[in-house]
T-cell receptor, first 113, second 110 residues
Framework: NAGVTQTPKFQVLKTGQSMTLQCAQD?????MYWYRQDPGMGLRLIYYSASEGTTDKGEVPNGYNVSRLNKREFSLRLESAAPSQTSVYFCASSEAGGVGEAFFGQGTRLTVV | RKEVEQDPGPFNVPEGATVAFNCTYSNSASQSFFWYRQDCRKEPKLLMSVYSSGNEDGRFTAQLNRASQYISLLIRDSKLSDSATYLC???????????FGRGTSLIVHP
């Protein structure tokens, strides 16, 4: 049982380049999330998807777009990367209702130069 | 004001010590509460859920005070392997979104 799988694990982009971070879960969870983690800031929610076909903005959505491709997959796209988007990105999933734990992928370490 | 507040520490304690972390949350309608552990350069993982009646798992005890809107984590007989960042997590809103505190760093030394 793989849980939550994120790709890539590391990425270096030049300012202005675009990329998509992929996330897939095999736990049949309804809810999926994208967070970014910066030193001293904790995990901040970028976007979430409460169920297949729905997405909503979180605390820091500017500069990002998401797609809930199906129940398993939730991707995060940076259309024009900026140095301020240098961060560690985590995808997570949980049962609907939030009473259970959130499971995280291993993270993507992104550097924008 | 951040929705979930934690003292960032670091808490630097000797092996065998007892250490306590507190966390406060601002949304009185919050529904679920958790403590997560995050090791350096790793993903967060659930340590324990926090229930109104309090709960204990070995050396770890978590308590919730809804009236004062705070959550606590007590670690007894600290081990070197307990060194990590401890994240307080609260879910709220119609979609039960997990909101994280900034984390409290614990360093256990010999």
């Amino acid at each position: 049982n793989a849980g939550v799988t994120q790709t890539p694990k590391f990425q270096v982009l030049k300012t202005g380049q675009s990329m998509t971070l992929q996330c897939a879960q095999d736990m049949n969870h309804n809810s999926m999330y994208w967070y970014r983690q910066d030193p001293g800031m904790g995990l901040r929610l970028i976007y979430y998807s409460a169920s297949e076909g729905t997405t909503d903005k979180g605390e820091v959505p500017n500069g990002y777009n998401v797609s809930r491709l199906n129940k398993r997959e939730f991707s995060l796209r940076l259309e024009s990367a900026a140095p301020s988007q240098t961060s560690v990105y985590f995808c997570a999933s949980s049962e609907a209702g939030g009473v259970g734990e959130a499971f995280f992928g291993q993270g993507t370490r992104l550097t924008v130069v | 004001r951040k929705e979930v507040e934690q003292d960032p520490g670091p808490f630097n304690v000797p092996e065998g010590a007892t250490v306590a972390f507190n966390c406060t949350y601002s949304n009185s309608a919050s529904q679920s509460f958790f403590w997560y552990r995050q090791d350096c350069r790793k993903e967060p993982k659930l340590l324990m859920s926090v229930y109104s009646s309090g709960n204990e798992d070995g050396r770890f005890t978590a308590q919730l005070n809804r009236a004062s809107q705070y959550i606590s984590l007590l670690i007894r007989d600290s081990k070197l392997s307990d060194s990590a960042t401890y994240l307080c997590v609260v879910t709220s809103g119609g979609s039960y979104i997990p909101t994280f505190g900034r984390g409290t760093s614990l360093i256990v030394h010999p």
